[in-house]
């Protein structure tokens, strides 16, 4: 998929090894939401759904606040170095060291959420170094309100479903349909679970899942 592949699998950084090898002590989490900190870190596991294979373990870390975005250092498990992230306050993606998004990828949540709630996005999409562009349009719908376990612990979680079409904007018939099923918790301001499909000429290609590993914040 090249760039394509890239950018679809660039939200769903994930969960750690540990949760491959022990089983998860249940923790009640508090579902109030609660004011977002530098040093706020969150850890995901992220698992090949059509093998069952897990692909790695990532972390998010927050590093600056303001009042018009959020910075994110991502690390990747036995990779060096760091990628950087720039976010809005809704969580759709602005930019990151290779693609700028206008206004916004879309992926994020719109607060407040209410089970019912929708809304529609369009975004452009740029690869500096090569000046390729990509269009995506789609929409997201919160379409319930559940109790999500992992190995960080019980969640009361909203889950969005997203879906849109990312197309070539020189070549429209390239076209790659994506749904995105997010569980958003709002006492840690992120998703406990992200499931995202890839379907090209109606076909999977690609279904990757990622679950919380673990979460800190310095608050």
């Keep these: 998929m090249g760039a394509f592949r890239y950018l679809l699998l660039a939200g769903l950084f994930v969960v750690s090894s540990a949760y491959a090898q022990t089983s998860p002590e249940v923790k009640a989490v508090d579902s109030s939401s609660k004011p977002l900190a530098v040093g706020a870190r969150w850890s995901y596991q992220n698992r090949d759904e059509l093998?069952?294979?897990?692909?790695?373990?990532?972390?998010?870390?927050?590093?600056?606040?303001?009042?018009?975005?959020?910075?994110?250092?991502?690390?990747?498990?036995?990779?060096?170095?760091?990628?950087?992230?720039?976010?809005?306050?809704?969580?759709?993606?602005?930019?990151?060291?290779?693609?700028?998004?206008?206004?916004?990828?879309?992926?994020?949540?719109?607060?407040?959420?209410?089970?019912?709630?929708?809304?529609?996005?369009?975004?452009?999409?740029?690869?500096?170094?090569?000046?390729?562009?990509?269009?995506?349009?789609?929409?997201?719908?919160?379409?319930?309100?559940e109790n999500i376990t992992t190995e960080a612990g019980t969640f009361d979680a909203f889950k969005i479903e997203t879906k849109y079409a990312l197309r070539d904007a020189n070549d429209p018939t390239k076209t790659y349909d994506v749904k995105l099923t997010t569980w958003y918790a709002p006492a840690i301001d992120h998703w406990v679970k992200r499931e995202q499909k890839i379907r090209f000429e109606g076909n999977l290609r690609e279904s990757t899942l990622s679950e919380l590993l673990e979460y800190d914040s310095p608050q």
């Design 51 to 145: 093998t069952n294979e897990i692909k790695g373990t990532y972390s998010y870390v927050v590093t600056e606040v303001t009042d018009k975005d959020i910075g994110v250092r991502l690390e990747i498990l036995g990779k060096p170095g760091f990628s950087y992230l720039t976010y809005d306050h809704s969580w759709n993606l602005v930019g990151d060291s290779q693609w700028d998004f206008l206004p916004n990828d879309g992926t994020g949540v719109q607060s407040p959420l209410t089970v019912g709630k929708e809304w529609a996005f369009d975004c452009s999409q740029t690869l500096r170094s090569r000046g390729f562009s990509l269009r995506s349009n789609g929409n997201s719908k919160v379409v319930g309100r």
